[in-house]
């Protein structure tokens, strides 16, 4: 653990003598993950790509791949994207030097990427070569009316498998670039977002295995790497058993669990969350803290159906709830492996991981 200064540092040290619970961090340049590091975590829990996908340099590129009308428009967007995305994990990796670094490959909902305006359609068709009503055409078709529950997650990596592919290599020949310069090999824990059945998660570890053996066949050099899942959907947490059959680790992501799993979106509900708390409907915002009677049953659920067709799944939460006190006291009591929370509460997480251990006793 990196040294913290006077008294804040002699807490640390007496909570880490005394935690179970790993506390790793959520993040996603290699800013945060130094933030993260200096704060004492023990590994990056979720490297979200999507801002990666979102920089102002690269979003006319993103949008051009979405909005492309076949399989090779879309790869000769994406072979645009491949150098900064290395370039992005090789940063992430030389910071976090060997310790786990989870990436989850893209989330967001497709239409979350569309351009708005006609100075960004312009743009796009500018760089792919193509006219502006074509691409508008397009874009209506990718409309979506409830993006959260829609085309987003790992349907992206069904329906688009070159995405996921694209960054499956960018991870690969990252690790091996840093491999060879620092001698510190990562171990890339590949997620895969939003899964609720089993045949996804394969057709998605099919992908990211076949790229990982041409990767390593090209540079005549190989890492280590694991390929797990997210549990976010109600279904993931029920069918765990069979999941864990494929994948090599589960985080809990239970902001979308928490959507998912009493059906009120995550985005909207602070107009009337704070009245359910008042009148006593929930002890706490469940986006806050994990809602134990209805989540936490799920997640302990998911927890023991994971062990027993995997014993020793690595298992964590990455949602917001992964850097709150009392959610921890819970991840403690069910015995998770970590936490990963945002850079700035990680002391906090490991304080309150300490703290649960103690009661746990
Ligand atoms: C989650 O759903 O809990 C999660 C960590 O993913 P995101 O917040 O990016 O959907
Ligand atoms: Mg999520």
Not at 59 to 75: H, N, P, Q, W, Y
Not at 242 to 248: F, H, L, P, Q, W
Request: aromatic share 6%; with cysteine; charged share 25%.
């Amino acid at each position: 653990q990196p040294e913290l200064a006077g008294d804040f540092g002699i807490l640390m040290a007496w909570a880490d003598k005394v935690r179970r619970l790993r506390v790793r961090a959520n993040a996603e340049t290699p800013q945060d993950c130094q933030v993260a590091r200096d704060f004492g975590a023990e590994g990056v829990g979720l490297c979200r790509t999507e801002h990666m996908f979102f920089d102002a340099a690269r979003i006319t590129a993103v949008r051009e791949m979405i909005l492309a009308d076949s399989e090779k428009g879309r790869r000769a967007a994406l072979a645009k994207l491949l150098p900064e995305q290395r370039d992005d994990f090789a940063q992430i990796f030389m910071v976090m030097a060997g310790l786990p670094v989870t990436i989850r490959l893209l989330d967001p909902p497709l239409h979350e990427f569309l351009p708005h305006g006609e100075s960004e359609f312009e743009e796009v068709a500018k760089a792919a070569g193509v006219g502006v009503e074509a691409l508008k055409r397009r874009a209506a078709e990718l409309h979506e009316f409830n993006p959260m529950l829609g085309h987003r997650g790992c349907r992206l990596g069904v329906t688009y498998p070159e995405i996921y592919e694209m960054q499956a290599r960018a991870i690969f020949e990252a690790a091996l670039i840093v491999k060879q310069r620092s001698g510190d090999a990562p171990i890339p824990e590949i997620m895969i977002p939003l899964v609720a059945t089993k045949k996804e998660l394969e057709l998605m570890k099919a992908i990211v295995d076949r790229v990982a053996s041409e990767v390593f066949a090209e540079q005549g050099a190989s890492v280590e790497y694991l390929v797990g899942t997210m549990i976010e959907l109600p279904r993931a947490a029920l069918k765990a058993g069979e999941i864990a059959e494929v994948g090599e680790f589960f985080s809990f992501g239970t902001n979308d669990l928490t959507q998912t799993t009493i059906g009120i979106s995550r985005d909207d509900a602070g107009r009337f969350l704070t009245q359910y708390v008042d009148k006593g409907i929930f002890a706490r915002d469940p986006f806050v803290s994990i809602d134990v009677e209805g989540v936490g049953q799920l997640i302990e659920l998911a927890t023991e159906r994971g062990r027993a067709a995997r014993p020793g799944i690595k298992l964590g939460i990455c949602g917001e709830h992964g850097g709150d006190p009392a959610s921890i006291t819970f991840c403690e009591q069910t015995g998770l492996d970590y936490v990963s929370a945002s850079p700035y509460r990680v002391p906090i997480a490991r304080l309150a991981a300490a703290q649960a251990a103690l009661a746990n006793k």
